[in-house]
């Protein structure tokens, strides 16, 4: 072999190594990627799975709920981000029940309907209840979801801060969201024994937020950090009985 020959052979073999080094780290990063993400989902499924949880998207039916000046309509809006939160938290091998699944009531009077929603939770022996609302003011400038809880378990408020910090730490698109967890005396948070939260995703009457509201990907960001709330408590030991 020339002294020519003997250059590209290097050049060659030092390629080979080259692209071997490359493969090799690659299957590496690959199989570390593959393996984390396996720990991740072994140590979620430690977390959710067995917990029982019951979403309510409010409304529906005769009663569409609050509706913006865009004509987007509550019931709708509330179903669909309740659809892809049970998608995240089964996913993460939670045992998950919607109070609907449909545009429909579930009762011919209010209090009927609303009772039904709780019977819902107490059938299944749920460990906690998320009702998901979204809101409406005089005022077209108000915006931000926010997260409600009454006294009814002392988890409740608990769960709630987790929700909404995970709320205000996951969107902003309209701006800083300052709302905080709220004490109400809410019909379906009352008259449970379990943590429970009512979640107001955000203001219709606000034409910026109503549109947002109306597309699946903002539903979906706001399933996810809803979700991620809710992991958060579970993966707390004070989740069940709340901070003593
Ligand atoms: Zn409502």
């Given at each position: 072999m020339d002294l020519l020959g003997e250059r590209r052979a290097g050049a060659v073999r030092a390629?080979?190594?080259i692209l071997l080094l490359f493969f090799a780290c690659g299957f590496?990063?690959?199989?570390?990627?593959?393996?984390?993400?396996?720990?991740?989902?072994?140590?979620?499924?430690?977390?959710?799975g067995q917990r029982i949880i019951v979403l309510d998207p409010g409304h529906g039916g005769v009663d569409g709920g609050a509706k913006g000046p865009g004509g987007i309509k509550e019931e709708t809006v509330v179903l669909g981000v309740a659809k892809y939160l049970a998608k995240y938290l089964e996913q993460a091998g939670a045992k998950v029940f919607l109070t609907r699944e449909k545009d429909i009531e579930l009762a011919a009077s209010n209090v009927e309907d609303l009772d039904a929603r709780l019977d819902l939770a107490r059938d299944v022996a749920a460990d906690i209840f998320i009702s998901i609302h979204a809101n409406s003011f005089p005022s077209p400038y108000e915006f931000g979801a926010q997260t409600f809880y009454c006294h009814n378990h002392p988890g409740s408020k608990f769960l709630a801060e987790n929700i909404q910090d995970s709320l205000v730490a996951g969107i902003d698109v309209l701006g800083y969201n300052y709302r905080k967890v709220q004490e109400a005396e809410y019909y379906v948070l009352r008259n449970l024994a379990i943590p429970a939260n009512l979640i107001e995703v955000g203001f219709l009457s606000n034409p910026r937020e109503?549109?947002?509201?109306?597309?699946?990907?903002?539903?979906?960001?706001?399933?996810?950090?809803?979700?991620?709330?809710?992991?958060?408590?579970?993966?707390?030991?004070?989740?069940?009985d709340g901070p003593q």
């Amino acid at each position: 072999m020339d002294l020519l020959g003997e250059r590209r052979a290097g050049a060659v073999r030092a390629t080979a190594a080259i692209l071997l080094l490359f493969f090799a780290c690659g299957f590496l990063l690959y199989s570390f990627n593959i393996l984390s993400g396996r720990r991740e989902m072994a140590a979620l499924s430690t977390t959710m799975g067995q917990r029982i949880i019951v979403l309510d998207p409010g409304h529906g039916g005769v009663d569409g709920g609050a509706k913006g000046p865009g004509g987007i309509k509550e019931e709708t809006v509330v179903l669909g981000v309740a659809k892809y939160l049970a998608k995240y938290l089964e996913q993460a091998g939670a045992k998950v029940f919607l109070t609907r699944e449909k545009d429909i009531e579930l009762a011919a009077s209010n209090v009927e309907d609303l009772d039904a929603r709780l019977d819902l939770a107490r059938d299944v022996a749920a460990d906690i209840f998320i009702s998901i609302h979204a809101n409406s003011f005089p005022s077209p400038y108000e915006f931000g979801a926010q997260t409600f809880y009454c006294h009814n378990h002392p988890g409740s408020k608990f769960l709630a801060e987790n929700i909404q910090d995970s709320l205000v730490a996951g969107i902003d698109v309209l701006g800083y969201n300052y709302r905080k967890v709220q004490e109400a005396e809410y019909y379906v948070l009352r008259n449970l024994a379990i943590p429970a939260n009512l979640i107001e995703v955000g203001f219709l009457s606000n034409p910026r937020e109503e549109s947002l509201l109306s597309q699946s990907a903002y539903q979906k960001r706001l399933a996810y950090c809803i979700f991620v709330g809710v992991v958060r408590y579970f993966s707390q030991d004070t989740a069940i009985d709340g901070p003593q």
